[in-house]
Structure formats: C-alpha cells, structure tokens
C-alpha cells in the first residue's frame, strides 16, 4: 500500500511541478534583457535601441517618420508579396479592426494593403502599399491623399522591414 501511495505522489509531484507560465517566459526574458544590458552597457545600449527606432530620416530631402524593426505579416491579399518599405496608415490594438481596416482599403481603394504585427509591439499595422525603394515610398507617402480617399486613422509614416 505505500509503495502505491508512494508511485502517485511522485507521479503528481512530477506532473504539476514542471509548468510552463507566460510568468515564467516573461521572468526568463528580463533576466536576459538585463544580462545584455550589463554585458554591453546601458548607455550602449540605449543607443542601440534609438537607431533601431528612429522617428526621423531625411529621405530625397524630406523628413518622414521612418521605423526599422522585425515585422510579420498577418494578412495579405494572396496574390501579393509585401516589399521591404510599406506605407503604413493605421495602428489598431485588435487584429481583428486592423484586418477590417486593410480589407476595406482592398476592396473599396483597390488598394494592395496588409497587416503586419511587429517584433515586440502591442499593435497591429495596417499597410496601404509597399516598395522594394525608399525614395518610391516617400514620393508615395507624400501624395498619400491622392491614392487614398479612405478617412486615415493615424499620420502615415514608413515601416523599414529588417
């Protein structure tokens, strides 16, 4: 009768003691986070951190609101391959609005709009057009009022994909 007692308890020790939370993912990355920070230093890099989001480019001689960052598409027309700068006209905190959103812009503009979740961000992009150049995307954003009739929801800006 122990042996049995014995074989269970150790059998439900083993089953519940080994669990997997977003606690302890979330735990086991900032203590990552902080190993790189003091491997490097925090003034390196919180300078790291700025050049990968920087606000501000000067492109063709103009002055756009250009983010480099890691990104994912979500949904896209199937027909199209996204390119390395979109043009990005909405943010949304729900996938499902941000789908709504570039679904509207494919069927009411015409538009080859997607969505894109970025690396380490709570939101969801919504890009109306994307090019293989820098300099196209700036001409495009620039004259986004005459492609776009849709009301935008935020400042169009261009997402640089690394």
Not at 132 to 159: Q, R
Request: hydrophobic share 40%; glycine share 2%; with cysteine.
């Amino acid at each position: 009768m122990n042996k049995k007692l014995l074989i269970a308890l150790a059998i439900t020790v083993t089953l519940t003691a080994c669990h997997t939370t977003e606690e302890n993912y979330r735990r086991a990355y900032e203590i990552a986070r902080e190993k790189k920070i003091e491997s490097i230093g925090a003034e390196e890099y919180a300078k790291i951190e700025a050049e990968k989001t920087s606000y501000n480019a000067v492109i063709a001689g103009d002055s756009v609101r250009l983010i480099r960052s890691h990104a994912n598409v979500v949904d896209m027309d199937k027909d199209f391959k996204p390119s390395r700068y979109g043009v990005v006209v909405a943010e949304f905190k729900q996938v499902f609005n941000a789908k709504s959103y570039a679904a509207r812009l494919r069927d009411e503009e015409r538009l080859p709009s997607f969505v894109l979740k970025v690396a380490g961000d709570k939101n969801y992009l919504v890009v109306v057009k994307s090019f293989d150049e820098k300099v196209a995307a700036v001409s495009y954003l620039k004259s986004i009022d005459k492609h776009v009739k849709m009301k935008l929801l935020s400042k169009p800006w261009i997402l640089e994909k690394l």
